[in-house]
């Protein structure tokens, strides 16, 4: 009786052995949000003391306007390149590519940018953002 017991004690752990690992596992990070301010920002460097706080978009005269506020959390001067990629409705790129444009910043300084679309057919952007090096 005594072996029994600990048969069938001994299933239980091992059954309930992949049911406790997998709540332990770790959850893969979940894309943004389509319309998150991460979801509309492309970062070709690490840029850690740079925060994109406000992300805002208009229509004017059937031309998208954005306009961003980017902050230099660190003590020191710091300097990036940032330029605007338009998109259709279905993703693809429109209007001619933009130059990069460099924009500088004093310690803990917060600007703003604004980036007009060059077509009429650009209803959606990304901000592409990379260290003045």
Known sequence: MK????????CCIFALIPVLLSGCASQPLSPPAPNSIAAKLVF????PDINVNDLRMIS??????VEAEIT???NNYNAIQYRFQ???KNGMDVGS????KVLNFSPTQAQRIKGIAT???AIDFKLE???NN
């Open 72 to 74: 230099n959390s660190d």
């Open 44 to 47: 070709l460097a690490e840029l």
């Open 119 to 121: 077509s009429k057919y």
């Open 3 to 10: 072996n029994k017991n600990a048969f069938w004690k001994s």
């Open 60 to 65: 004017v005269n059937n031309l998208l306007v």
């Open 97 to 100: 590519e933009e130059n990069w």
């Open 86 to 88: 338009w998109r259709d």
């Open 129 to 131: 953002l990379k260290n």
